[in-house]
């Protein structure tokens, strides 16, 4: 028998909705500047990108859809040859510092040996080639983005020669690495320590900012991102490297970094939410043996200012149907704002990664005094929509396909994919979260349990 204090797993039949892996081309392409994506897969993927991204596809974006015929898929024509011919046009077109071929479904079924190909046309054309297999019959929505940091990983320089090249913090508040040997350190970064520490996970720039500076009031300059925002900025990494990631669903990443690149993982809930965001900082600088400086301070100044959505929230129930990984950090900040959490269903849970996260979890559910929620791997959805139906919860974060349904249904909903592009990380984005949360509860105004149905099918006996 489990406590009620653990978190209790289950593992479902995996038949659920979410995005393709696929889909991270999206915002890959936007935050790495100077890259290009190609998709080699089949119609299918085409379709899918193309609906999912909506407007943003009229904007030349810098991704692009390599098409298999039945001559690909038969053997007929020479892989090589044939993204040889695409390679050429992007780099004559566009002009990038990186091609990402990102693997589909097909090009795994058919065995398309694309690490093999890389190496060879990499040469070829003089522009380097990472290879992601991003596919749907392994992965879930953002484990895109993992697949794409994992394989970039290895591009990164070696830590000792960075060292060799002065760093210095341009205006914008980045660290970049210097190629140039003429720059002089800044007087005002011998007063910082941690200058080896790597953050990785994708996040917009005003929010990776944000981050920097949080941790650079706490005297921690950070040596990079991965990715950075151009090819040729990636971070050193090595043995003398710690690394930290800024989102749950990063664990091949961390598992490359650890193992490939022999870096050093600190392990800490994700900076999401002012807990989180504080547990993160101070799990940082525990590492760097540095006492963290007002923090506590910061973090009730924050709850006194979301007081007013927590007024909304507090009380009402939630349930997660999942499909994005950041479904525990979000359900660990929502419980401390006072809801209840029914269920957390989530594609695939790295109980080690996220073990910091599942430690807070707990915590903030011993704090609230609140059950701890049960954590459904590779959840059924339609044993969730059984079980939504009982529990009747205030609130479903779900997905596209079942939020009208649900709506109909007397449920509300909120879109789980707008967590995904949102800014939600940092304390200060703290309110976005809730505004996000709250607005299906607002549209409707004043509501109270006892005046709702769940299923308009329902009997009442
Ligand atoms: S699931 Fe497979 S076939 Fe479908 S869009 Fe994704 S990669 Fe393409």
Known sequence: MKTPETPAFECETGNYHTFCPISCVAWLYQKIEDSFSLVVGTKTCG???????????????????AELEEGDISAQSNDQKELEKICLQIRDDRNPSVIIWIGTCTTEIIKMDLEGI???LERQIGIPIVVARANGLDYAFTQGEDTVLAAMAHRCPEYKWCETNSKRQDQSGRIRVNTTSNNKITSQKSELTGSNLVLFGSLPSSVASQLNSELKRQSILIS????????????????DVYVCGVNPFLSRTATTLMRRRKCQLIGAPFPIGPDGTRAWIEKICSVFNIKPDGLEEKENRIWKNIEDYIRVVTGKSVFFMGDNLL?????????????????????????RYQAAELLLLQHTCIKMKTPVPRIVEKPDNYGQVQRMH?????????????????????IDTKWSVEFTFAQIH?????????ELVTRPLRCKGGLTSGSRSLSKQTTII
Request: net charge neutral; hydrophobic share 45%; aromatic share 10%.
């Open 47 to 65: 379709y899918f990108l193309q609906n999912a991204l909506g407007v943003m596809i009229f904007a030349e974006p810098r991704y692009a859809m």
């Open 118 to 120: 890389a190496p060879k």
């Open 426 to 434: 940092g304390s200060g984005n703290a309110r976005d979260i809730l």
């Open 327 to 351: 479904e525990i950090s979000l359900a660990r900040f929502l419980i401390r704002c006072g809801m209840i959490v029914y269920e957390i269903g989530i594609p695939y849970m790295d109980r």
């Open 224 to 239: 990079g991102w991965l990715p950075s925002q151009k090819y040729d900025e990636l971070p050193g990494l090595g043995g």
């Open 390 to 410: 009982e529990l009747k919860p205030h609130l479903a974060i779900t997905g596209m396909a079942h939020a009208n349904p649900l709506e109909a249904r007397n």
